[in-house]
């Protein structure tokens, strides 16, 4: 038995699948392995991963049925103590497995948590995101509030290192989910466990800008996901603690969906509405740029999604393209 389990979910990542791998390869630790999942890519993902030199990694090829089902596969053919997963197009640095093995060598049932940030193509120039939750918390509920409320709330499942116990408990990824799986499933590990150890000095780099990403989808599909997950996340989060904070967190949560969800989606909105108006309420308010915030108080948030959507069936998408892509070359 080796003692981490990295799983690789890999759809189509043939361009980044080498970078990922090497960056496991330099790894200062060596006593773990890889295991690569390909979900029905069409590309050259499983001869990348299959040529890797490095006899730590394991290549294992499935129709194509989605990352949370991916995932869940690793994981049962994993022979490690600890669950650590990685996107098929993200890095580690050199010593994140050691410092976060490192962590909870004293905490077998906390998880160890990392720091993080974006990066477009080199990590030369990387920022890492300063965070509040970026702390020892004795309670992963307080962690989970603060990351919600202070920070971005980034759930991604790579953040963690997971004991063996921790992951049996928490019952695996969600099959039907896709959009925002990660929330559901992290807020689920974190609370199985018994706390949250960080571990100093572990980054993840989070590529930015790739196209086809799951995050970036808008299908029906995906939003009933993104529903559904946040559904099944604030249920979890009420199960634990019934407070006018946990309300307002889920309430907000809801609320941050709503804002997407309209106008093209109006049965989610009335669903996630409901849960809203059930938990109390929500005062959060849309967020957005300098004409935003000018037009919001004239003619409220709706009117606005209606002219953003308007304004991207006028041609307002490439103006958004050449914005976002303005944004990513500032990362480096």
């Known amino acids: 038995m080796v003692q981490v389990s990295v799983i690789i979910p890999a759809f189509n990542a043939g361009r980044y699948l080498t970078a990922t791998l090497r960056a496991l390869s330099l790894q200062t630790m060596s006593d773990f392995e890889v ?65 976060q093995l490192a962590s909870l060598q004293s905490h077998p049932r906390h998880v160890a948590c990392c720091s993080w940030g ?47 116990a921790v992951w049996d408990a928490c019952g695996g990824w969600n099959e039907e989910l896709s959009l925002n799986n990660d929330f559901d499933l992290s807020i689920r590990v974190l609370l199985a466990s018994s706390g949250v150890r960080f571990s100093a000095g572990a980054v993840y780099y989070y590529r930015k800008g790739v196209s086809g990403a799951l995050s970036g989808s808008v299908s029906r599909r995906s939003q009933e996901s993104a529903y559904l997950t946040t559904l099944l996340g604030t249920r979890s989060l009420l199960q634990r603690e019934d407070s006018p904070r946990i309300r307002r967190l889920c309430a907000d949560r809801f609320q941050q969906w709503v804002f997407r969800f309209f106008p093209e989606f109006p049965d989610l909105v009335l669903q996630a509405e409901q849960q809203i108006q059930d938990l109390g309420g929500s005062r959060l308010q849309m967020q957005g740029g300098r004409l935003l915030r000018f037009l919001l108080p004239a003619i409220g948030w709706r009117n606005v999604r209606r002219l953003q959507v308007l304004a991207q069936r006028l041609g307002w998408q490439k103006v958004q393209r050449w914005k976002q892509q303005r944004r990513l070359r500032q990362i480096p």
């Not at 590309?43 to 991916?70: C, E, I, K, L």
């Not at 307080?142 to 063996?164: F, K, N, Q, T, Y």
């Open 35 to 99: 295991i690569v999942v390909d979900d029905g890519s069409v590309d050259d993902t499983v001869q990348v991963a299959s040529q890797f030199p490095d006899r730590r990694v394991r290549v294992y090829s499935r129709s194509n049925v989605g990352q949370s089902a991916a995932s869940n596969f690793g994981c049962s053919v994993a022979t490690g103590q600890y669950v650590k997963f990685v996107d098929a197009d993200d890095l580690l640095n050199p010593q994140h497995l050691q410092l």
């Open 118 to 164: 974006y990066f477009r193509e080199s990590t030369t120039r990387f920022c890492i995101r300063s965070e509040i939750a970026n702390a020892d918390y004795s309670d992963p509920l307080d962690w989970i509030v603060d990351s919600l409320s202070c920070d971005e709330g980034m759930m991604g499942a790579w953040r963690w290192l997971i004991p063996r």
